[in-house]
């Protein structure tokens, strides 16, 4: 099946109302694989929990389809990937998966295939018969058998450990072990926990190539958790990102990064982050323009909206308190009429990273080409108007993005 | 090699010498005794040579003692395979009860679960004879008193937080991932416990086991106050050696000989588990 067929409608920006959160909620077609309603996960005692892991969290996951389950570590990613699985109970809310509720079915009959991080092949076997496991439980032939593995364990690169016990591997060939015993079994849902985090980068690049081809190619759903944001846009067709137990936002790697739905994903998709001002809006005669005060010597600076297009039933109006955000790409150096000062400058052999003191903040800015400004002096820098993102300042909701800014 | 390292050689191996005989030398000795009779034994200065004889031994196979004074029967055989028996069966009992116990503890959080297992670890350092008085009344009273099944139901307090806390150890060390991936194979939990859990603690399984053995096999004092002679372990039956007409010392040590032998031999085999398990119990229960 396409990838672009299950993609979700585009998010609404301010207008969708009050919840942050974008899901394809109500997409109740017969290709929706994985649906979480509303699900929770307490630690402790029920009517006071200790910890709130997970908070109402909500997604659909359509048949062959891949999701990335993205944030720091604690932001309850794991706990939502394990509650799935069902290692994890569900503390209210429900499950379904292929058309029925797993939630309350104990891991072994929800039909779902799971790779871990950690610990988890079985000592006693060799890496070979830790991967045939499954197969041989369900009484496949000898030679299918052998044919499947080798082909699984050709994918990953792990041919030559197949003879191998677990104890004398190494966390990487564990994790890859492991993720070929997951991939080698037929189910309903490929769960896979930060299936390559103990990989060398390179080895990293390759693999996630092939398994995302491979996921493609048998149609296979799978969620997986990762805090690696180039490996959640590599692999995933949809990133949910999460913090502190709730989904911030669930939409593709370039939605997430033009449209990001509120300020943390902003800043938290993309590198290096997205520089934040704290702005007001200023109504000129209906003529709005985003301002930013200067602190002490340092002055402000001031953005023109007139030219960009708003959204209908946009609430930007004037006097309004903002977060101005600019991602560093967009900071084009050397014209323009802000000034500011030069921190820092580092070459990256293909892009230069300059750090710039303006309006009492510090800002990053990255270049294609060097930039010969030394380091104290007084640089300019100029801001487009298109390419810039505004958020509440309240509760840090999208209020607008630049059409630069996208695509 | 240099002389400091000679020297090193020399003392530590001096070291270990004296150590060995401080340990070793007793149980020599009795070896020695046990092939001696009183007269032989309680020669000033004592010998090595002497003509060595079996009687010792016979008397305590046929359950005839002959001392100056006549013969008096005692039960010392029935003595040491009672103590086989409660032993094997005590930990028997802890095993099946203790397992699965110390794989909750290990695995899951409940109400009062520390709670609970740090009160059944309180059971071995509570000193036996503060439970013993209104236990014997107990035992009157519910007819438990003088049979295997009370002296087994006591002996758990010896051997089950032993095995409940070594093995919850052992638990602890195994990755749940490892269940976790079996499970989510199509297995049941009790299924996951019995395939995967189970083997992969065996060592400490075997450790706890052994070391519950050999506690339950020295035990004395409940055996003393809640069982009459017949069904004594050779720890009280060994009180039938101090005689009207004196300790008949070849015996006593014939029956140490013979007591000691089926825990040492086990001890032997299993050592290797015994310091493995007990050092992983150590660090992580």
């Given at each position: 099946m396409s990838i672009e067929a299950v993609k979700p409608p585009s998010p609404g920006l301010d207008t969708a109302g009050q919840a942050p959160v974008i899901t394809d909620a109500g997409n109740t077609s017969a290709r929706t694989a994985l649906h979480l309603d509303a699900v929770d996960k307490f630690y402790g005692d029920p009517a006071n929990p200790a910890v709130h892991a997970v908070k109402s969290f909500s997604m659909e996951v359509a048949e062959g389809e891949i999701v990335a389950l993205l944030g720091s570590s604690g932001c309850g990613k794991t706990s939502t990937l394990r509650m799935i699985a069902g290692f994890e109970t569900v503390s209210r809310g429900e499950i379904k998966l292929a058309g029925r509720r797993i939630d309350e079915l104990r891991p072994a009959k929800r039909n779902v295939a799971m790779a871990f991080e950690g610990y988890s092949l079985y000592p006693p076997l060799t890496v070979r018969d830790n991967i045939a496991f499954a197969l041989k439980a369900a009484k496949l032939e000898q030679g299918e058998v052998d044919r499947k593995v080798d082909h699984i364990a050709d994918l990953l690169e792990i041919e030559t450990i197949l003879g191998k016990y677990p104890s004398s591997l190494s966390g990487g060939q564990q994790q890859r072990a492991s993720l070929a015993r997951a991939l080698i079994r037929k189910a309903d849902l490929y769960l896979l926990d930060e299936p390559m985090s103990q990989l060398e980068p390179q080895l990293r690049s390759v693999l996630r190539g092939r398994i995302k081809s491979y996921l493609i190619e048998h149609g296979l759903t799978s969620v997986f958790v990762t805090h690696d944001q180039t490996e959640a846009n590599a692999l995933a067709d949809r990133i949910a990102v999460m913090e502190d137990g709730v989904l911030q936002q669930i939409a593709s790697p370039a939605e997430l990064k033009d449209r990001p739905a509120n300020l943390f994903v902003a800043t938290f998709i993309g590198e290096p982050p997205m520089n934040v001002f704290p702005a007001r809006l200023a109504d000129d005669n209906g003529h709005l323009h985003v301002v930013v005060e200067g602190e002490g010597a340092a002055a402000g600076f001031t953005l023109d909206l007139g030219e960009v297009s708003r959204p209908a039933g946009s609430r930007l109006t004037g006097g309004a308190a903002v977060h101005l955000g600019v991602r560093p790409h967009s900071v084009s150096l050397g014209r323009g009429g802000n000034k500011g000062l030069l921190v820092s400058n580092q070459w990256l052999g293909d892009q230069t990273h300059v750090v710039i003191e303006a309006a009492g903040q510090t800002m990053v800015a990255v270049s294609y080409g060097r930039v010969d400004e030394q380091v104290g002096a007084e640089i300019t820098f100029s801001l487009s108007p298109q390419a810039i993102h505004l958020f509440a300042q309240d509760d840090g909701r999208a209020l607008l993005h630049g059409t630069e800014a996208v695509g | 090699m240099n002389h400091t390292s000679t020297a090193e050689r020399i003392i530590r191996g001096l070291l270990l010498t004296l150590v060995l005989l401080f340990f070793l030398f007793p149980i020599f000795w009795i070896f020695l005794m046990s092939f001696q009779t009183n007269e032989d034994i309680l020669r000033i200065p004592p010998s090595l040579f002497f003509t060595p004889t079996l009687e010792n031994y016979v008397a305590l196979i046929s359950g005839r003692l002959s001392t100056v004074a006549g013969d008096l029967d005692i039960a010392f055989m029935r003595n040491l395979w009672n103590s086989v028996l409660l032993s094997s069966l005590s930990v028997g009992v802890a095993l099946i009860l203790g397992v699965p116990a110390a794989y909750?503890?290990?695995?899951?959080?409940?109400?009062?679960?520390?709670?609970?297992?740090?009160?059944?670890?309180?059971?071995?350092?509570?000193?036996?004879?503060?439970?013993?008085?209104?236990?014997?009344?107990?035992?009157?009273?519910?007819?438990?008193?003088?049979?295997?099944?009370?002296?087994?139901?006591?002996?758990?307090?010896?051997?089950?937080?032993?095995?409940?806390?070594?093995?919850?150890?052992?638990?602890?060390?195994?990755?749940?991932?490892?269940?976790?991936?079996?499970?989510?194979?199509?297995?049941?939990?009790?299924?996951?416990?019995?395939?995967?859990?189970?083997?992969?603690?065996?060592?400490?399984?075997?450790?706890?086991?052994?070391?519950?053995?050999?506690?339950?096999?020295?035990?004395?004092?409940?055996?003393?106050?809640?069982?009459?002679?017949?069904?004594?372990?050779?720890?009280?039956g060994a009180l039938a050696f101090v005689t009207a007409s004196g300790i008949q010392y070849g015996q006593v040590a014939a029956a140490i000989v013979l007591s000691v032998t089926p825990t040492l031999l086990l001890a032997l085999y299993a050592q290797r588990y015994l310091v493995e398990g007990l050092s992983l119990g150590a660090v992580k229960g």
């Amino acid at each position: 099946m396409s990838i672009e067929a299950v993609k979700p409608p585009s998010p609404g920006l301010d207008t969708a109302g009050q919840a942050p959160v974008i899901t394809d909620a109500g997409n109740t077609s017969a290709r929706t694989a994985l649906h979480l309603d509303a699900v929770d996960k307490f630690y402790g005692d029920p009517a006071n929990p200790a910890v709130h892991a997970v908070k109402s969290f909500s997604m659909e996951v359509a048949e062959g389809e891949i999701v990335a389950l993205l944030g720091s570590s604690g932001c309850g990613k794991t706990s939502t990937l394990r509650m799935i699985a069902g290692f994890e109970t569900v503390s209210r809310g429900e499950i379904k998966l292929a058309g029925r509720r797993i939630d309350e079915l104990r891991p072994a009959k929800r039909n779902v295939a799971m790779a871990f991080e950690g610990y988890s092949l079985y000592p006693p076997l060799t890496v070979r018969d830790n991967i045939a496991f499954a197969l041989k439980a369900a009484k496949l032939e000898q030679g299918e058998v052998d044919r499947k593995v080798d082909h699984i364990a050709d994918l990953l690169e792990i041919e030559t450990i197949l003879g191998k016990y677990p104890s004398s591997l190494s966390g990487g060939q564990q994790q890859r072990a492991s993720l070929a015993r997951a991939l080698i079994r037929k189910a309903d849902l490929y769960l896979l926990d930060e299936p390559m985090s103990q990989l060398e980068p390179q080895l990293r690049s390759v693999l996630r190539g092939r398994i995302k081809s491979y996921l493609i190619e048998h149609g296979l759903t799978s969620v997986f958790v990762t805090h690696d944001q180039t490996e959640a846009n590599a692999l995933a067709d949809r990133i949910a990102v999460m913090e502190d137990g709730v989904l911030q936002q669930i939409a593709s790697p370039a939605e997430l990064k033009d449209r990001p739905a509120n300020l943390f994903v902003a800043t938290f998709i993309g590198e290096p982050p997205m520089n934040v001002f704290p702005a007001r809006l200023a109504d000129d005669n209906g003529h709005l323009h985003v301002v930013v005060e200067g602190e002490g010597a340092a002055a402000g600076f001031t953005l023109d909206l007139g030219e960009v297009s708003r959204p209908a039933g946009s609430r930007l109006t004037g006097g309004a308190a903002v977060h101005l955000g600019v991602r560093p790409h967009s900071v084009s150096l050397g014209r323009g009429g802000n000034k500011g000062l030069l921190v820092s400058n580092q070459w990256l052999g293909d892009q230069t990273h300059v750090v710039i003191e303006a309006a009492g903040q510090t800002m990053v800015a990255v270049s294609y080409g060097r930039v010969d400004e030394q380091v104290g002096a007084e640089i300019t820098f100029s801001l487009s108007p298109q390419a810039i993102h505004l958020f509440a300042q309240d509760d840090g909701r999208a209020l607008l993005h630049g059409t630069e800014a996208v695509g | 090699m240099n002389h400091t390292s000679t020297a090193e050689r020399i003392i530590r191996g001096l070291l270990l010498t004296l150590v060995l005989l401080f340990f070793l030398f007793p149980i020599f000795w009795i070896f020695l005794m046990s092939f001696q009779t009183n007269e032989d034994i309680l020669r000033i200065p004592p010998s090595l040579f002497f003509t060595p004889t079996l009687e010792n031994y016979v008397a305590l196979i046929s359950g005839r003692l002959s001392t100056v004074a006549g013969d008096l029967d005692i039960a010392f055989m029935r003595n040491l395979w009672n103590s086989v028996l409660l032993s094997s069966l005590s930990v028997g009992v802890a095993l099946i009860l203790g397992v699965p116990a110390a794989y909750a503890f290990a695995r899951f959080k409940f109400r009062l679960g520390e709670n609970i297992a740090f009160t059944l670890l309180s059971f071995r350092f509570a000193p036996p004879l503060l439970v013993l008085l209104p236990l014997s009344l107990y035992f009157s009273e519910l007819g438990l008193s003088d049979t295997y099944l009370g002296l087994v139901w006591v002996y758990q307090l010896i051997a089950l937080p032993l095995i409940l806390w070594i093995v919850r150890g052992y638990f602890e060390d195994i990755s749940p991932d490892i269940e976790n991936a079996y499970r989510i194979d199509g297995h049941s939990w009790a299924k996951t416990f019995r395939k995967i859990a189970i083997p992969l603690a065996r060592p400490g399984i075997a450790a706890a086991s052994l070391l519950a053995f050999i506690f339950c096999w020295n035990n004395f004092v409940f055996a003393l106050v809640l069982a009459s002679a017949d069904k004594q372990p050779v720890t009280v039956g060994a009180l039938a050696f101090v005689t009207a007409s004196g300790i008949q010392y070849g015996q006593v040590a014939a029956a140490i000989v013979l007591s000691v032998t089926p825990t040492l031999l086990l001890a032997l085999y299993a050592q290797r588990y015994l310091v493995e398990g007990l050092s992983l119990g150590a660090v992580k229960g």
